[in-house]
């Protein structure tokens, strides 16, 4: 299912759809589009094409590692999920530079309706309490001389509470931490990377 000719009807519409008509803004590494493919679809066949980069994202990315000898490995954290129940944020820089980051996770909902299990063991910081959000700003500010890239899981994934987008939800004391505390962050690393090139 997931094979060569998936691949190429996939990144020839992605080519065709997205990166040629905006090719002044489609995020590009290594001078080439990026593409990335979830796990497992970029596991069970990896796609190769001379027109991208193209990275896999996961969960567990170490788990992966043994399997790199078979050819199959996950580049890329989806979100920082070996920091889980850590004392302390210790985020990992893989590939290219790349480092993951969330406000939160806590998928328990889907448990409750019996659409996932093991929720319990993935929480991160679910009424944003612990503040973690903000130590893993502060751990990519100490080590931005090696980050490149800067993965903000997500947007609006509200089914895993990770979302930045402003919200109001039973645990959130203030819906708008996440988005202001992004902001914040993300000029802070402009303003420290344009001092760096100035």
């Known amino acids: 299912m997931y094979g060569e ?4 009807k996939v990144l020839d519409y992605i080519y065709r759809r997205f990166v040629e008509p905006y090719r002044n803004v489609y995020l590009k590494l290594d001078g080439k589009p990026l593409v990335l493919s979830f796990a497992p ?3 069970v066949c990896r796609p190769k094409d001379p027109r991208f980069v193209i990275r896999v994202v996961a969960t ?19 979100w920082p999920d070996y920091i889980v129940g ?4 210790e985020l990992k820089i893989r590939t290219d530079g790349y480092v993951a980051i969330a406000p939160r996770f806590d998928d ?3 448990c409750i309706a019996g659409a996932r299990r093991g929720c319990w063991s993935r929480l991160l910081d679910p009424d944003y309490s612990s503040r973690i959000y903000e130590e893993e700003w502060r751990w990519i500010l100490s080590h931005l001389d ?7 899981y997500s947007w609006n994934e509200y ?3 990770s979302e930045i987008e402003p919200h109001i939800d039973a645990t ?6 996440p988005y202001e505390i992004t902001k914040t962050f993300i000029q802070r690393v402009k303003s420290l990377c344009r001092e760096v090139d100035a």
């Open 172 to 177: 959130a004391r203030n819906g708008l931490y």
């Open 108 to 110: 328990t909902r889907m």
């Open 60 to 78: 567990r990315v170490d788990l992966w590692k043994p399997l790199s000898l078979f050819g199959i490995r996950a580049d890329w954290d989806l």
């Open 86 to 89: 850590k004392p302390r944020v």
């Open 159 to 161: 089914h895993e509470r």
């Open 41 to 43: 679809v970029g596991l």
């Open 5 to 8: 000719s998936f691949w190429r």
């Open 146 to 152: 090696k980050v490149k890239i800067i993965a903000i």
